[in-house]
Structure formats: C-alpha cells, structure tokens
C-alpha cells in the first residue's frame, strides 16, 4: 500500500514558475513507476509526466514539453515536478500516482493517486 500527498501548488502570474511535490509513505517507493496527470473544471484527467522506477527514462506530454520536468529522490520517497513558463491553460488539480508495474499515459492503469493539489496561472 502506499500513499501518495502533493503539495506546492498555488496561484501565480503567466511566466511563472511553480514546483510540485509528491511525498510518498509505504515501502518500495523506488520500484513504482511514477506520473504527474491534470484534471481541469469540465475536462478529463489528462497525463503531464511520468518517470520510470530508477529515474531512467521520463516521459512528457506534448503541450509541456521544455517547460515541465519530472524527477525522483527516492532516499526522501518524493517525487518532483518543475513547472516553467506557466500558462493559463495549465490551470488543474494536479495529481500525482504511482504504477506498480511501469509508466503509462493512462490514469486507468495507475495503483495510488494522490489527492491533488490546484495550480492556478492568472493571465
């Protein structure tokens, strides 16, 4: 079992700069595959980025690519995400959650979510 909190979020100006965390509690955090996914008013859960177990390989969505970065410290079980040049379209709750097996783009094929924190970016 393992439980997944985020924080970080808030509301900051276009061009900003934000940074998420994702402290993990339970054991064999290093093995989980681990995503960032986004759920905006009206709109479905959408992946941000993930990062395999070991931190070897990440993955992104097209619409933050060179603006987001997701990394791991698995010695302090927390999961990060970089958010730079924040736009108003990146306005969500943003979760984070972890895969037992690997890494996905769908939120279906995650084991633990987190409960989300709001980024909100003011034009």
């Known amino acids: 079992q393992v439980q997944l909190v985020e924080s970080g979020g808030g509301l900051v100006q276009a061009g900003g700069s934000l940074r998420l965390y994702c402290v993990a509690s339970?054991?064999?955090?290093?093995?989980?595959?681990l995503g960032w996914f986004r759920q905006a008013p009206g709109k479905e859960r959408e992946f941000v980025a993930a990062i395999t177990w070991g931190g070897g390989n990440t993955h992104y969505a097209d619409s933050v690519k060179g603006r987001f970065s997701i990394s791991r410290d698995d010695a302090k079980n927390t999961v990060y995400l970089q958010m730079n040049s924040l736009k108003p379209e990146d306005t969500a709750v943003y979760y984070c959650a972890a895969d037992r097996v690997t890494i996905s783009r769908e939120p279906a094929e995650y084991d633990y979510w987190g409960q989300g924190t709001q980024v909100t970016v003011s034009s």
């Open positions: 339970g054991r064999a955090f290093s093995s989980y595959g």
